[in-house]
């Protein structure tokens, strides 16, 4: 037998860690000196050390380990126990893996621009919201304005006055279609009643990848072409219209008008090899 020293030095495990494996039961030492304390190991604890490092490494807990130890768990429960924690390790590769293409990303940016990147794009699961909103095909984006003016006095007939949020849900931009294709969108706190144009719904619950624009019209594209980028390089695909909430300013700020538009792209999660697999 062998001195927990010694069997420390054999096993590369610190002493530390054998006391605390010995102190929540998962390897009590084959004999404990009564008069001095000292513990010592038989070489048959080995296989058991083993199992419990090998158990760790795949990422259980100590709780989880006692019972397999112990040969407590039939082996179709085991089986599962396994089959959970690989779907875990692959879950936390993919996420490891898209913090890396971004840190890539930015790295990419920077040493292109010499700068931070202006954008910071979250991804965020939008709950279903009440909205009222009228839908038009338009010439011109300035055309969206009415739009909203149309809504607001819906709303106003009803004594309701917008708590805040404007947004455009834009099917169709210039380029894409012969007409712009806009659907204006006031969010609700209370229902009120649908008009002839006007639309009272329940606008449904997505993933979206979100991020800030502050400033002009004219700047506006980069940021578009910042979340086109984010969202391939994080692996996914773009799922819906493009939705613009306008936190100051208004969709007919114009160029000469500073605003702050959070701009969200709905997104699907494009299937990887690395989360393929039973």
Known sequence: MFRIGAFSRLSQVSVKTLRFYDEVGLLKPSFVDAATG????????LPRLNRILVLKDLGFSLDEIAPLLAGEIPVSEVQELLLLKRAELKNNIGREQAR???VEMWLGKMQQEGRVPDYEIVLRRIAPQ???SVRESLGSYDEAAELFTELNHHLKNYNYNAYGQHAAVWY???GQAERID?????FLNRPVPAGKRITVYQFPASVNACMIH??????ITQAYHAAHSWIKTQGYAIAGSLCELYWQGSVDSGNDGFSVTEIRYPV?????PASVGN
């Open 214 to 219: 502050q400033g002009s019209d004219e700047t």
């Open 182 to 186: 806009c659907e204006a969108v006031v």
């Open 172 to 174: 169709a931009c210039a």
């Open 268 to 272: 699907l999660k494009l299937q990887t």
């Open 130 to 132: 009440l909205v009222a």
């Open 38 to 45: 000292y513990r010592y190991y038989a070489a048959n604890l």
């Open 100 to 102: 890396l293409a971004q």
